[in-house]
DNA sequence: CGGTATCCCCCTCGATACTG
DNA sequence: CAGTATCGAGGGGGATACCG
């Protein structure tokens, strides 16, 4: 874990707070640990998926959400739009290059967390 | 990333959706994802830190704020609150070894959102 | 099918004041 | 120093209705 504390307070400037209060790197971090952001990468890192696959796969989000959310990793430039221009309308979503960079290091988070969830909890 | 894919759907159980509506993965994602757990959890990956440093380093935190992240965090077992019973109160705060676990997973999310970050939001 | 638009509740979060 | 208590604003986010 060398790289990662040279970067961590090479970048973040440990020196002056964990990620400064106002910087890039906080807008970033709650984009993805927005409620539904790390979900959505998550899915769309198995295959593309179109409009209502991500809502059955991502239970429980509403379309609001949805929307919003895949507004925000579209801009932040993790996902990727396309229209097809058919009738009815079909849309397909799926990872940029970038999200798929990102998903690579949230995939083991999620893994674990999966794995250790139920223990976590079941304390008091 | 074989692995990773590997215990995603079979954990996740991914065709019944990723991570069930109601699931303990949910709720420990959500601690962890809230808006100040990460960046707490970064900071004691580094050292333990009494209370005041954490205020200091995590900057724009309110004590509000603090108290009630690093109670959620000590519940799930991820940090370890140590009260020396001197005067005036010292209260040393560090992680677990769960939360080290945890913080592993984290620090590579942390380098890669620090480096890309200003790439990220500088499109339109 | 793939969204917007609107309403509005609730819950997070910050600010302030107080305490052992 | 290390918190707790309380209040109140704001916006995240759900429900519903509507649209191309």
Redesign the interface.
């Known amino acids: 874990?060398k790289?990662?504390?040279a970067?961590?307070?090479d970048?973040?400037g440990?020196t002056d707070?964990?990620?400064?209060?106002a910087?890039?790197?906080r807008?970033?971090?709650?984009h993805?640990?927005?409620?539904w952001g790390?979900?959505i990468i998550?899915?769309l890192s198995?295959s593309e998926m179109r409009w209502s696959e991500l809502r059955?796969?991502?239970?429980?989000i509403s379309e609001k959400m949805l929307a919003q959310t895949l507004r925000t990793l579209e801009?932040?430039?993790f996902v990727l739009r396309v229209a097809q221009g058919t009738i009815p309308p079909r849309v397909d979503y799926s990872l940029t290059p970038?999200g798929i960079?990102?998903s690579?290091?949230?995939?083991?988070?999620?893994?674990?967390?999966?794995?250790?969830?139920?223990g976590?909890?079941s304390?008091?």
Chains 1, 2 share one sequence.
């Open positions: 874990m790289v990662s504390n970067v961590l307070k970048t973040f440990f707070g964990i990620l400064p209060a910087c890039p790197s807008t970033v971090l709650d993805v640990t927005s409620k790390v979900l998550v899915a198995t059955e796969v991502v239970q429980g801009q932040d430039g970038l960079e990102l690579e290091k949230l995939l083991p988070l999620m893994d674990w967390i999966a794995v250790n969830a139920t976590i909890l304390r008091d």
